[in-house]
């Protein structure tokens, strides 16, 4: 079975704070998105990577950033931490981008 | 804009009893169909995927209809049980260039009860 983790289920920071959110896959998969979860939006996509230190924009990437060093590892960090950063984040893989998402289970940031 | 619109938002039903969600879609050009189920507090999990040229695929209890002519999907579950409760959500792929886009509905979120 796929299995994807996140770091932490959930998150308490400040504003200003510096954020690491992190997700591993162990199944060699090339692709990796991160999302984010809002009542009534449904996920949006903030950054995905498709190779080791290879990464695309989404449709939300301004306020984050992302890292890939390895390829079973990618990581989501908010720069300086704002209030309507508050959210689920969510991250998937997936060996091509046509075939099935695998998700972790989320981390809800509480930004305060 | 590519939009995908689900329906009802919520659903209340009985244990046993089937029910059947509803994913609207706007998208082009159209690559292929999802439907997830979302626990409380956790990740989507698949349940189906269904190219243009599939008209049904199933998973156990749930079965998923496309006709891509009208641009709709539904998701049936049959004999639903308490596990059942959850967020369903419709996602449409679509290619672009060499890469695939996903566009997900805010999803309906079913309750069943005894």
């Known amino acids: 079975d796929v299995k994807v983790t996140q770091s932490s289920r959930y998150l308490v920071k400040r504003t200003g704070e510096k954020v690491f959110l992190e997700c591993v896959q162990d199944?060699?998969?090339?692709?990796m998105f991160w999302y984010r979860q809002d009542p009534g939006l449904g996920l949006r996509l903030i950054y995905f990577?498709?190779?080791?230190?290879?990464?695309e924009k989404g449709d939300i990437p301004e306020g984050y950033s992302v890292s890939r060093e390895k390829k079973e590892r990618f990581s989501l960090i908010l720069e300086s931490a704002s209030t309507n950063q508050t959210s689920m984040y969510l991250c998937?893989?997936?060996?091509?981008?046509?075939?099935?998402?695998?998700f972790g289970p989320g981390t809800r940031l509480l930004v305060l | 804009k590519n939009q995908v619109e689900q329906s009802p938002q919520s659903l209340i039903i009985l244990e046993g009893k089937n029910c059947t969600l509803q994913?609207?879609?706007?998208?082009?050009?159209?690559?292929?169909l999802r439907w997830y189920k979302q626990d409380t507090g956790r990740g989507p999990v698949s349940l189906t995927i269904?190219?243009?040229?599939?008209n049904t695929k199933s998973n156990g209890r749930y079965t998923a209809t496309l006709d891509a002519d009208t641009k709709q999907s539904s998701l049936h579950i049959t004999a639903s049980q308490l596990s059942d409760s959850a967020s369903y959500i419709c996602?449409?792929?679509?290619?672009?260039?060499?890469?695939?886009?996903?566009?997900f509905g805010t999803g309906t979120r079913l309750q069943v009860t005894l």
């Open positions: 998937a893989s997936t060996y091509w981008t046509e075939g099935t998402q695998y």
């Open positions: 199944m060699d998969h090339e692709n």
């Open positions: 990577s498709y190779d080791v230190k290879m990464k």
């Open positions: 994913c609207n879609y706007t998208v082009s050009p159209f690559s292929n």
């Open positions: 269904m190219t243009f040229s599939e």
């Open positions: 996602v449409v792929s679509i290619l672009t260039g060499t890469a695939s886009k996903l566009t």
